[in-house]
T-cell receptor, first 114, second 111 residues
């Protein structure tokens, strides 16, 4: 069965600094990978997705992620964060054979400080 | 463009009562999902539906019932609410690209 591990529950960072949010997954089959963001008291919004092709995926708000099949990782990065990036970020995986069912990680709270 | 809506947004109910959470989407997406969000667990899938009249269990289905008579609606019913069902519930919908679109959530408190 697939599972997702987000290695940091909270990541504090100063404004304009780079950030990396780590995500590892386990699955025995090919997968689709996603990063979602949740702002306080809101639903989840898709940041980016990896379905196939280039392993470097660019998303909204300047975020990008790299799919590493050998390390089963899909880390999220941003070169310079803003206060407005403060939110909770969720990594999710679905197995290609089983359609649209997503399995989510526990989430990482990104706190951007001025 | 209404997208996906959930009602009510907040609900307080008592142990043992039946409660129904509503989800409505305007995109005619074939897939719909119900998740619960609890601290430390991320989102866990309760039930999902691939089309009208087709539903299936997710990771945590016990104590919940769903139906989908129309493509746009996917209500979730707690037949006899328990305190362990206090949570934030999210509905989502998607098409074949596997990207799910989420509603704003319903915060349910069972006393």
């Amino acid at each position: 069965a697939q599972s997702v591990t987000q290695l940091d529950s909270q990541v504090p960072v100063f404004e304009e600094a780079p950030v990396e949010l780590r995500c590892n997954y386990s699955s025995s089959v090919s997968v689709y990978l996603f990063w979602y963001v949740q702002y306080p008291n809101q639903g989840l919004q898709l940041l980016l997705k990896y379905l196939s092709g280039s392993t470097l995926v660019k998303g909204i708000n300047g975020f990008e992620a790299e799919f590493n099949k050998s390390q089963t990782s899909f880390h999220l990065r941003k070169p310079s964060v803003h206060i407005s990036d403060t939110a909770e970020y969720f990594c999710a995986v679905s197995e290609r054979e089983y359609g649209n069912k997503l399995v989510f990680g526990a989430g990482t709270i990104l706190r951007v400080k001025s | 463009d209404a997208g996906i809506t959930q009602s009510p947004r907040y609900k307080i109910t008592e142990t043992g009562r039946q409660v129904t959470l509503m989800c409505h989407q305007t995109w005619s997406h074939s897939y719909m999902f119900w998740y619960r969000q609890d601290l430390g667990h991320g989102l866990r899938l309760i039930y999902y539906s691939a089309a009208a009249d087709i539903t299936d269990k997710g990771e945590v289905p016990d104590g919940y019932v769903v139906s989908r008579s129309k493509t746009e609606n996917f209500p979730l019913t707690l037949e006899s609410a328990t305190r362990s069902q206090t949570s934030v519930y999210f509905c989502a919908s998607s098409v074949a690209e596997y990207e799910q679109y989420f509603g704003p959530g319903t915060r349910l408190t069972v006393t």
